[in-house]
């Protein structure tokens, strides 16, 4: 299983920028069902979600639930920074699934 982040182009999957395997996604997965709830938009690892804006309601969500996961904390801070990086770059985003 792998989730991969891509700059999208054109609507199209161009630059990686990070991959999400099934150890992140354990950790993540939590994050992603708060964001759904909030949001309507689902983040798995099937399917595509494209981000032409709205990541900084995803940061703050991975923000809110990070602290739970102690030590392993810090693979939420590696994926917000490439969050963060990408929203204030003003990049639009697609998560690719398998």
């Known amino acids: 299983m792998a989730l991969d982040l891509h700059i999208m182009e054109n609507g199209q999957p161009k630059e990686w920028i990070y991959a999400i395997d099934s150890e992140k996604w354990s950790l993540l997965n939590e994050a992603f069902e708060i964001f759904k709830a909030k949001t309507g938009l689902v983040i798995d690892q099937y399917s595509d979600t494209k981000f032409s ?3 900084q309601n995803l940061i703050d969500v991975l923000n809110s639930v990070a602290p739970k996961y102690g030590k392993k904390a810090e ?6 920074a490439v969050l963060e990086c990408a929203e204030s770059s003003g990049k639009n985003i ?3 699934g398998d």
């Open 94 to 96: 697609i998560f690719v």
């Open 75 to 80: 693979l939420f801070s590696e994926f917000i």
């Open 53 to 55: 804006s709205g990541l």
